[in-house]
């Protein structure tokens, strides 16, 4: 959008503002705008009609006035073709609005319509849609309050998640997408190829000894990257090897999980932020996920006020200042063992009004137990650490202390939503890391490059994955992660 | 890395810094600080040992000097174990260096290895390897000044691209990589699948009238989006759609192609910026790409000014001059007519010159004729626009004038790498553009959104992708893009 000034057909030069700008004003000179965007209303009275205008840049819009006095001939017969949804441009002083919604409006004296929107057919013509039905107009659906504003938030978000890591140093890595060495959790993978898998016969097949096609089994030597290759899950381990020569990095990037999901928590494609630090311990992880944290939501209340302010009255009444909270309180921290045992005890007092009110040592939380000690114990963002070895990942480093059953793993849970955040330090020891390969069945061979790390200048290091459409579903108080992301993919959705 | 202050096991207090900060520094007032990083050479004599630590926040790292009167038995002891490749750690007061290379250095009083690093499996221990060698431990390169380098000028790169469109107002959107709707060039699509493809016979069929399968035609509504899903090649089309809502709206995330291509010029995976613009004609777009592409030029140039030196001293000798200068002179902007122009003009002198002499209006123009028009015709950035329509996109603006058979298309042409960005005007006119999807044999209905657009509030529109990697590959000065990405993916690789 061009904003910068320019000469129109009257001698005078006029400013091209986004609305933002000029909604801001407090006072106004009365000079000349042209502004350009989307009808969200219009009203039209005797002598006057009103047309609120949006540019996407802010969620009010800005309301023109146009007063029949004041408008040649061809705006009065624009006005006919104004609808809600067409394009206009509009043209006139920026004044001192009358109506107590806004502090200016724009005294037009001239508007075309750019594109019409026949009201009809556009899908949007009535005022209030489910979010279910948006959904199905993903290419439409910026243009509603809700979803404009989530995009707004989102983009504040991802801007200030970059800005926090550039500020403190780290190297922002892209770490690949396609992977032939994903070998975590091989069923969730989404497989890549360039075979023609539409025509079963036209596959290739592996040879037998004798030169012959078996009669099954496809050769992927001959795909496109000379072996099989799939959507990575996490940026970790390539992260992992930038970390071991630069210091801190972080990643933010698409990763995907092929599960067969319906949840309002899992989206097949999705973004992790994925810092990963050298010569960093677990608490260092935990402070650094927490000022992390801490610096994009108070990012965001102080940029995005009109956006939140909608949220908090349409969807989630405390959203702001539990959002005022999360950046003011210091996060609680508390081991695994003890959230076991405040949850036992809890439970114990009336075990029926849980879903799952089994819970010991070597329970893998659920979102029920996560957010009963987010919301109900503590009302705060909570660390759990030193989780046990049985329910964490081989790369987790194995406590010295804690009876060896635990590993330096955290969780981040956050009031309204459960696990925001999921880390822990590496296992940097190359003989205790290939014990818990081999208790997990993993092959070292795959990993060969991993364990490099270990073998050439080994260092502790710790790192945490951010699920960023999570952390925008709860800034944004929204129930459903599908309304937090542009185009949501999950089960049976790819459209758009 | 933890980089705060830290109560150390004497009472002083240590400070524990990047390298960069302390390395900046011109002064130093004898403080004592704690190094963590890499040894990249030790050298030993009589009553001193001289180890350059590097924690990959800067080039050169930070000498420290230990002399044998000043530190402890466990610090000799210590001493011989490290080689190159290690990690260490080193404390002693910071203090004004001795040699010429550097201001400070650490009179180091004690020193630990953290990670052995054994010389005779280190695969890094020599000092120089070619650039081929080292992508086959894109593991390990980052530990190399030169890949070190690129990783940080990238990171500043996509850190001022953020900062860039955030400050000016875009809405960054994260476009979907698995798309169910790319048709364009479905040739060079990486099919995504959850189909057990490695077994010809488990692939579900499709099934025929009578209800039994057929023979070879496999179902892909049985696949996990229920139709055949691919990975994008653009976020362009998305990108329209909120532009159609914000405005002024960012893409910044990987693109694939799977083209069997093995140049210094393509990747498998590689990343675009893909801004997009309402109520924009080219001029806007040309406009934009130039501010953009000089300020975040002008930004690595004022914070990498330690790694350009080092790849205009060992890569590309005139690398700084040419960036400064991409900085300071406007860019050239020439319709194609006037190349072709140029081009015939140049090569009538001495066809004998020329891989592709044959030059006329709808030629794609080749890497030859790109060079020399922006290198040795102009020695500029330049905008070629008023591309032929048979060489363009079907969604590019037709020019209402130059006889109909010009696109509102542009590429900038930048010395040392020919196409760097290309843009265009969209159609926004729905029967125009429904005339040019079917000149292009395109079913409308794979676009039914995309030509939602265009009949709901359409607006004139423009936008732009940058090659990212192309974009790094030309900042640093290197000549092949596989050094420009942290592990590159290309046809049979897809390793780490």
Redesign the interface.
């Known amino acids: 959008?061009?904003?910068s000034a320019s000469a129109s057909a009257s001698t005078k030069s006029i400013i091209i503002p986004?609305v933002?700008a000029v909604d801001a004003k407090e006072s106004t000179d009365g000079n000349p705008v042209l502004i350009?965007?989307?009808?969200r209303t219009i009203r039209k009275q005797k002598t006057l009609a009103f047309v609120e205008v949006n540019?996407?840049?802010n969620m009010n819009g800005i309301q023109c006035v146009l007063s029949f006095d004041d408008i040649d001939e061809e705006t009065k017969k624009e006005l006919a073709r104004v609808t809600t949804?067409?394009?206009v441009?509009v043209e006139g002083p920026l004044v001192k609005s009358q109506g107590g919604k806004q502090t200016v409006e724009v005294a037009a004296t001239k508007l075309r319509v750019?594109?019409?929107?026949?009201g009809d057919?556009?899908p949007?013509a009535k005022k209030r849609h489910s979010l279910e039905y948006l959904r199905t107009l993903?290419?439409?659906r910026?243009?509603t309050n809700t979803i404009?504003a989530v995009?707004?938030v989102?983009?504040?978000l991802?801007?200030s998640i970059?800005?926090f890591f550039?500020k403190t140093?780290?190297?922002?890595?892209?770490?690949?997408?396609?992977?032939?060495?994903d070998c975590e959790g091989a069923g969730e993978l989404?497989?890549?190829?360039?075979?023609d898998?539409?025509?079963?016969?036209?596959?290739p097949?592996v040879k037998t000894e004798d030169g012959k096609d078996t009669?099954?089994?496809?050769d992927?030597s001959q795909d496109?990257?000379?072996?099989?290759?799939y959507?990575t899950v996490s940026g970790q381990l390539?992260g992992e090897?930038?970390a071991?020569?630069?210091?801190?990095i972080y990643t933010f990037?698409?990763t995907?999980r092929?599960e067969?999901s319906q949840t309002t928590r899992h989206l097949?494609?999705f973004?992790m932020v994925e810092p990963e630090?050298?010569?960093?311990d677990l608490d260092?992880a935990m402070?650094n996920a927490e000022q992390m944290l801490k610096f994009v939501v108070k990012h965001v209340l102080d940029n995005c006020q009109e956006d939140l302010t909608f949220f908090g009255k349409f969807y989630d009444k405390g959203l702001i200042a539990r959002l005022e909270k999360l950046v003011a309180q210091p996060f609680v921290r508390i081991s695994y063992r003890d959230a076991i045992k405040y949850l036992q005890e809890e439970i114990a007092k009336d075990p029926s009004k849980w879903q799952f009110p089994e819970v010991e040592f070597g329970t893998d939380l659920s979102t029920e137990h996560e957010r009963w000690l987010a919301e109900t114990k503590f009302d705060s963002a909570v660390f759990v650490y030193n989780y046990p070895k049985s329910i964490k990942a081989f790369y987790m480093r194995d406590n010295d202390e804690d009876g060896g059953e635990t590993v330096n793993a955290m969780d981040l849970l956050v009031p309204g939503v459960g696990e925001l955040v999921g880390g822990s330090q590496r296992e940097?020891r190359l003989d205790t890391l290939l014990d818990k390969m081999k208790e997990q069945d993993l092959d070292p061979d795959d990993y060969w490059?991993?364990l490099?790390?270990?073998?050439?200048?080994?260092?502790?290091h710790s790192g945490y994955g951010l699920g960023f459409e999570r952390l925008v579903t709860y800034v944004c108080g929204m129930e459903n992660i599908r309304e937090a992301?542009?185009?949501p993919?999950y089960?049976?959705?790819?459209?758009?």
């Open positions: 959008m061009s904003t986004r933002k350009k965007g989307w009808v540019d996407g840049s949804g067409c394009s441009v750019v594109g019409e929107c026949p057919a556009y949007l993903a290419h439409l910026p243009r404009a995009a707004r989102r983009s504040q991802a801007g970059h800005a550039q140093g780290f190297v922002y890595v892209q770490t690949p997408l396609i992977t032939a060495s989404f497989r890549v190829t360039t075979l898998i539409d025509n079963a016969s036209s596959l097949l009669t099954d089994i496809v992927s496109f990257f000379g072996k099989p290759a959507l390539g090897t930038y071991s020569a630069m210091g801190d990037g698409p995907f092929a067969n097949a494609e973004h630090m050298a010569f960093a260092s402070e940097e490059w991993y490099d790390l270990r073998r050439f200048g080994s260092v502790p992301i542009a185009f993919r089960p049976g959705h790819a459209e758009f």
